[in-house]
């Protein structure tokens, strides 16, 4: 134990040592690029969770290294466009009338200038950042998933038990199964167990996914609201497609007192209100919780570069309390991962459960 | 804001991405994990039971064996003491049968001396008998002849006595 501490602290000195080497370097710039380093943080952030036509690796003497996406966009003229984003050179050019807005209503989108010169937004299937990111763990959790269950096609049940990988996705699995899917829905469990537990490991690969801050990783996926909110659209429609008469009852004619009912039907209000309030807090909160973990991380990166104009020693000192807290919220971020996507899967267990209600009499 | 607005591009490559995992994973994926798990465990639970009720078998065997060892300890020492009553009483018979058989014996040998005494005395009563008369014959004879002869055979014969007395 004493040696891993000495490890870190030794890494941490080494680490401070080659910061203050590339702060001295930067104040060479600074009177140069001063306006330049003044950079707008919330900016910076804003730019990091969102979505992008292409993906940033690094910047290197102020040239950008970045992967180039697929660009597929219908113009006004009913035709269909698929280039590469590096024609837009960042947001620098237009390509074939479509551009990127540097401002306004669709600051960021590619937008397409009709002859009246105003922006339009053309529709867009652009394989950004965020779909190419999502495909990406998408056939990673395929591969992964089904070769454990090629593994479990290959052994009997006599033969072996799985170990390593297998084992755990199996600890995984079993602990949703049985903490969470069957005390939540009950008898019919197995029925929605699929859905439910493709949903948890979908969020967790594309959580994990996400806090890799280097190439396959570092977008902003789960934080994105169009995903949380496709799964959240799931979870409601297999909610309501699957729920009992006992459910609908208890929305439209609920046991309460009946002057709540008859003259105005406050009761049944406040039910269907409470139908998309469910899976639109399952949508704002894993969204937000992302959002948060990835705005923190790099707000907590960017104090390295805001002190940079106090001076060398605020900002070494600053940049060690940086990567300190970087490294901690790090850490809670892979526990939020882990947490969001386990939170979203009970509450949908718990929702469909909802949905499974039998009459009261009807009990056992 | 623009966060909170869902791009519909994304919104398409989202579904059909969920939408294509869900599939396969629900069809080829989950179920078999989760059959095979089920399996595993009704396999798990019925070793259980069969390892249960072979132990309690193996006890009412473990049992079942003290049991006969018990009952053959007890058979065994029954036996031997039975062995030892029959040996103490044949020892016995034979001692009395021994002493029987010797007294028997002293009693002959004790009967065969008296005999073989009593015959000897009586063949000694005759030859001193014998010797007595053939004295006195002797006797007899030297007298007729000579008084001084007589009175010398007298004592010569007296002193041969003597002789054969000393």
Redesign the interface.
């Known amino acids: 134990m004493n040696v891993f501490f000495k490890k870190i602290f030794f890494s941490l000195f080494l680490f401070l040592i080659a910061g203050m080497g590339s702060i001295f370097a930067q104040d060479n710039h600074q009177s140069m690029a001063q306006k330049a380093e003044q950079m707008d943080v919330t900016e910076l952030i804003?730019e990091h969770?969102?979505?992008a036509y292409w993906w940033h690796i690094i910047t290197i003497n102020k040239k950008d290294i970045a992967i180039s996406l697929p660009i597929?966009v219908r113009g006004s003229d009913g035709k269909w466009h698929l280039f590469s984003s590096s024609h837009f050179e960042y947001g620098h050019a237009d390509y074939l009338g479509f551009s990127i807005a540097a401002e306004g209503k669709y600051?960021?989108?590619i937008v397409e200038t009709n002859t009246d010169g105003e922006e339009i937004r053309p529709?867009?299937?652009?394989?950004?950042k965020?779909?190419v990111s999502?495909?990406f763990t998408?056939t990673l959790?395929?591969i992964l998933?089904?070769s454990?269950?090629r593994w479990?096609?290959r052994y009997k049940?006599?033969e072996s038990?799985p170990k390593g990988f297998v084992a755990a996705?199996?600890l995984l699995?079993?602990t949703l199964?049985d903490n969470v899917i069957k005390p939540c829905i009950g008898k019919n469990y197995?029925r929605y167990?699929?859905?439910l537990?493709?949903v948890f490991?979908?969020i967790f690969i594309n959580n994990l996914i996400g806090l890799i801050p280097i190439f396959p990783g570092g977008a902003n996926v789960t934080g994105?609201?169009?995903?949380t909110?496709?799964?959240a659209v799931?979870t409601f429609v297999i909610v309501n497609i699957f729920g009992t008469k006992e459910y609908w009852k208890e929305i439209f004619w609920p046991n309460v007192p009946w002057w709540l009912k008859i003259p105005a039907p406050i009761m049944p209000a406040i039910e269907v209100v409470g139908m998309f309030t469910k899976p639109f807090a399952l949508m704002i909160r894993l969204f937000a919780n992302i959002?948060a973990g990835h705005a923190i991380v790099l707000g907590l990166t960017c104090m390295i570069f805001i002190t940079v104009s106090m001076g060398a020693a605020m900002n070494s000192a600053m940049s060690v309390l940086s990567v300190l807290m970087t490294i901690f919220i790090d850490v809670v971020e892979l526990l939020v991962a882990f947490i969001q996507a386990y939170v979203f899967t009970l509450l949908s267990a718990v929702f469909i459960g909802l949905s499974q209600v039998k009459g009261h009499h009807a009990k056992d | 804001m623009n966060l909170l607005q869902p791009d519909p591009g994304l919104l398409f490559w989202m579904l059909i991405a969920f939408g294509i995992v869900f599939f396969v994973l629900a069809k080829w994926g989950f179920p078999v994990i989760l059959k095979m798990v089920d399996e595993r465990k009704a396999f798990i639970d019925k070793s259980l039971l069969a390892a249960k009720e072979a132990n309690e078998r193996l006890e009412n065997i473990k049992e079942e064996g003290e049991k006969i060892l018990s009952q053959a300890r007890a058979e065994q020492l029954r036996l031997l003491s039975e062995a030892k009553l029959l040996r103490e009483k044949i020892v016995e018979e034979a001692k009395t049968q021994a002493s029987l058989e010797g007294g028997k014996l002293l009693k002959k040998a004790n009967e065969d001396i008296q005999n073989a005494k009593n015959a000897a005395l009586s063949e000694i009563r005759a030859e001193v008998a014998v010797l007595s008369v053939q004295i006195a014959e002797k006797v007899m004879r030297q007298k007729l002849d000579n008084h001084a002869q007589q009175t010398a055979m007298i004592d010569r014969l007296l002193d041969e006595m003597n002789i054969h007395k000393s």
């Open positions: 804003l969770v969102s979505d597929i600051k960021g989108k529709l867009d299937f652009s394989l950004t965020n779909a999502l495909l998408s959790l395929i998933v089904l454990c269950a479990y096609k049940v006599e038990s996705m199996e699995i079993t199964l197995a167990a699929p859905y537990l493709t490991f979908f994105n609201i169009a995903f909110g496709v799964l799931f959002l």
